[in-house]
């Protein structure tokens, strides 16, 4: 019953918002028609949004506002899911070798936090410069903002683990590598993937971030190509929304591969 | 209970020091222990917190290091005896995995052990029916009591077969009926196995109900004040706690107690 109800005002909240957030949109987009000043509304009405998908007018190229988009978005998330994948690997690894060896972790745990706070349009110039390829600078930036949660959480998942596991472990003389394979992996693998969800959309947001930095294609060079008129601003839009709902489906896939790659369920889950 | 085979474990002299954490004084946990314990036998180590009754179980698990002294279990160092996965240790907690089913748990060590599958699923099955857990095999420890947890920990402990069990205050964080159960069940269950089982607890009634000797330390230093011997008849059941030689045993052991 009264999870019942709970779900139920759940569902309400999620409406109201909803709904507000359309009639804010709709207020806006009214006041701004009727203060044009570009041949184009720089913000359309909602259906308008939706209309031009749907649209088979050329843009540019003889290719519609969605097939740039989507085109685009191929390039971006490329970058980024490699970026992505390297983040990934390069994170577990770091936390493997933290954990390991303190002083390692004594050393780069302030690093990792510098390199954290650098923002992205003030390091993706450094990298591009190291790199001297677009391409590489964008995947490797990507990699950059994915390696740092991954390893943060999968040490603090490999902290987790309470001294009695360990001398669990010592009392039936496992070895080293049985110590990581029955315990520390697998106690690490819920926290490993809360690292997995909240990188996986900043890699995507640095790829595109990093795509308005210069040519090349991507959704990110269309975004500004797009915003300086030189393109429908529905193809501007078009991105706005569907790098949102990436972004946001790149979180649900995380936690549907953790799903499938956990055979286990946790308390309380 | 009379016991007339062999001495398992054999301390001469030993001493456990610690540095103090915030003075750096150094804590003389343990000071010249002699003990001996025979193969088959039920001790507890009792005592108020600080008198190092863990520290002795630990230092004989070889999860801790002693400053000098010898710990000789059938002529081995703790360090090998481990390294020959004869110690069942048994925690305060139940230290149970939550990403494996209580199967799992309890086949755990013996992947470790490289012990084959087959012989695995039989051993399971064995130690879940003594611990009376035989219908949980494929729960997961969040969906236990923490009584099941416990049992849990003891059938992870005796499914490899060690030799001697050490625990550590498993019974402590339960309730009376709980704890009440699971002693009538370890009794049983060592009545099976004849295993060694040291026992560490501050309880002087469960040390009483459980142990055919009861080594009683007392702190500041860690030392043993007496070692008595619990001539209750076996076997015990709840009526023995009711008996006038149960409550004269509990104020024995009550009465050695030094300096507390």
Known sequence: M???????????????WGLGL????????????????????????????????????????????????????????YRAGIGFLIGIAVGFLLALLMQRFVPIEKIAFPYLM?????????????????????????????????FYPVATNTLAGFKS???????LMHSIAATDRQLYTKLLIPACIPYFFTGLKISAPMAITASILVDTLQGGGGLGCMLSQSLKHAMSIYVFWQIVFLSAIVGILSYQLMALIEKIVSPYERAGA | MQHNSETEIKILGLCVDFPDKNSGDIIHALTNIDLEIKEGEFVSLVGPSGCGKTTLLRAIADLQEPTSGIISVKGMRPHEVRIRQKYGFVFQSPVLYDWRTVRRN??????????????????????????????FGKKYPHQLSGGMQQRVGIARALAYEPEILL??????????????????????????????????????????????????????PGRVSA??????????????????????????????????
């Open chain 1, 161 to 167: 683990v309470e001294k009695e596991k360990y001398e």
């Open chain 2, 227 to 260: 070692v008595v011997d619990v001539d209750i008849p076996r076997p015990r059941g709840l009526e023995s706690r009711d008996g006038d030689d149960f409550n004269h045993m509990v104020s024995k052991v009550r009465h050695s107690f030094e300096g507390v």
């Open chain 1, 22 to 77: 359309i009639g804010l949109w709709e207020i806006g987009a009214t006041v701004v028609e009727n203060t044009k000043r570009s041949p184009q509304n720089v913000l359309p009405h909602l259906y308008q949004i939706i209309q031009s998908v749907f649209s088979t007018a050329m843009v540019s190229n003889k290719q519609t506002a969605l097939q740039i988009v989507l085109s685009n978005a191929g390039l971006t998330l």
């Open chain 1, 114 to 146: 510098m390199i954290q706070m650098i923002p992205i349009l003030g390091m993706a110039p450094i990298v591009l410069a190291i790199t001297k390829d677009i391409d590489k600078s964008r995947i490797v930036i990507a990699a950059i903002l994915t």
């Open chain 2, 167 to 220: 625990m550590d205050e498993p019974f402590s964080a339960l309730d009376e009926f709980t704890k009440e159960k699971l002693h009538l069940d370890l009794l049983n269950i060592w009545k099976k196995t004849n295993k060694t089982i040291l026992f560490v607890t501050h309880n002087i009634q469960e040390a009483v109900f459980l142990s055919d000797r009861i080594v009683v330390l007392s702190p500041h």
């Open chain 1, 2 to 16: 009264t999870i019942n109800r709970k779900k139920a005002s759940e569902r309400l909240v999620t409406l109201v």
């Open chain 2, 106 to 135: 309890i086949c755990m060590p013996m992947e470790v052990m490289g012990i084959p599958k087959k012989e695995r699923s039989k051993r399971i099955d064995e130690t879940l029916e003594m611990v009376g857990l035989t219908d």
